[in-house]
Structures are given as C-alpha cells and as structure tokens.
T-cell receptor
Framework: AQSVTQLGSHVSVSEGALVLLRCNYSSSVPPYLFWYVQYPNQGLQLLLK??????LVKGINGFEAEFKKSETSFHLTKPSAHMSDAAEYFC??????????FGSGTRLQVQP | DAGVIQSPRHEVTEMGQEVTLRCKPISGHNSLFWYRQTMMRGLELLIY????????DSGMPEDRFSAKMPNASFSTLKIQPSEPRDSAVYFCASSDDSRGYEQFFGPGTRLTVL
C-alpha cells in the first residue's frame, strides 16, 4: 500500500522567507517521490522528483527536496519565497505497479 | 511536443445530458490517467490505462461514468446521465513509464452541470 500525508493545507510566508512544505509517505517498497505545483486554472506541473541515487533533489524555480528514508519524508523547501510561488503544491508517491498517489495539497500564500 | 491536449476546456450542460471529455496524450507515452478535482474531495484518480488497457478503474464513481482508450493517441471520459454533483475540473495526464513515471497533465476541462 502507498499513501501520502501533507501537513498543513495552508501555509503563509513573507516574501523572502524560507518556504517549507511537509510531506510524509507510506510505502512497502522503495518509492518514487514527486512534487507538483498547480497555478490557478492550470494543470499540475512537475517541480522535482526522486527516483534513486542522490537524496537531495533540485527542481525548477529554486525548489529542492530531500528524501529521508528513516523519517519517511520528502519535504519541499525554497530558501527565499517569491510572490510568484503562490500556488498549490502536491506531493505524490509511486511504489510498485500502482499509479501515483497524490496528497491533499498545500496552498502556499506569499505575503508582500 | 504540444503536451497533453484536452477538449473542451469548458463545458456547461444540464442535468441528465451526456457529456464526453476528450484527451490526446503525449506521443510515445504508454500510460494515461483521468483525474477529477473538486474543492471538497481534492484530486481523485478515476481510471488509468496502460498500453490502452484499463488497469485500475476503482476510482470511477459509478456506472454513469465510462472511459475508453481506442488507440494510443486518444481517450474519452463519458458521463451519462450527468448530475450537478459531477461538476468539477477533469484532468487527463500521460506518462512514459520507461522514463521514471512522471505524469504530464493537460490543462483540464471545467465541467458545470446545471
């Protein structure tokens, strides 16, 4: 079985502040992990993914995430938030033959 | 590549009418997914196909919903008869499983059932 939990349905940060969006997963086999972003009235687009190898993964727009097997986590971070980062972010896991399982999403608000 | 193409982008219909949503996946991708997104339930996987064969349709809400993939470049999601609670944004996504399972999403179809 596989599942994803995103802690915090809404996160608000100030422009220039650190962004931290939390994701914990459950998987009985080594997982592939993904972060997607959704801007208003658009589909989801991939920010970054972890498959194997280096546990610190860098993505687009300055985002990165670290796979921590011992903590079953894949938190998304960005050192300095920009107004354009305001969007909804989804963590997803794929394990074995199943399709991706998406978390419930975290809406990021960036205050000027 | 043009990405995943969905049509129509918006659909407004009356309760009881048949609705057909269309999707053209990215050329060369072997898996296709239909999702529904609402404020109340978030993003739900309805069905997915691998090599044009339905693999998991456990997310299809009820018999009013059906999906087909007659060939590698086209899929439809049909709702008959439609109900107001079917109002949502429906996304199609495709992936190339030989390249890490990343799903590419279309722009979605916003369905409103009156």
């Amino acid at each position: 079985a596989q599942s994803v939990t995103q802690l915090g349905s809404h996160v608000s940060v100030s422009e220039g502040a650190l962004v931290l969006l939390r994701c914990n997963y459950s998987s009985s086999v080594p997982p592939y992990l993904f972060w997607y972003v959704q801007y208003p009235n658009q589909g989801l687009q991939l920010l970054l993914k972890y498959t194997t190898g280096a546990t610190l993964v860098k993505g687009i727009n300055g985002f990165e995430a670290e796979f921590k097997k011992s903590e079953t986590s894949f938190h998304l971070t960005k050192p300095s938030a920009h107004m354009s980062d305001a969007a909804e972010y989804f963590c997803a896991v794929k394990a074995g033959r199943r399709a991706l399982t998406f978390g419930s999403g975290t809406r990021l608000q960036v205050q000027p | 590549d043009a990405g995943v193409i969905q049509s129509p982008r918006h659909e407004v219909t009356e309760m009881g009418q048949e609705v057909t949503l269309r999707c053209k996946p990215i050329s060369g991708h072997n898996s296709l997914f239909w999702y529904r997104q609402t404020m109340m339930r978030g993003l739900e996987l309805l069905i997915y196909f691998n090599n044009n064969v339905p693999i998991d349709d456990s997310g299809m809400p009820e018999d009013r919903f059906s999906a087909k993939m007659p060939n590698a470049s086209f899929s439809t999601l049909k709702i008959q008869p439609s109900e107001p609670r079917d109002s949502a944004v429906y996304f199609c996504a495709s992936s190339d499983d030989s390249r890490g399972y990343e799903q590419f999403f279309g722009p979605g179809t916003r369905l409103t059932v009156l």
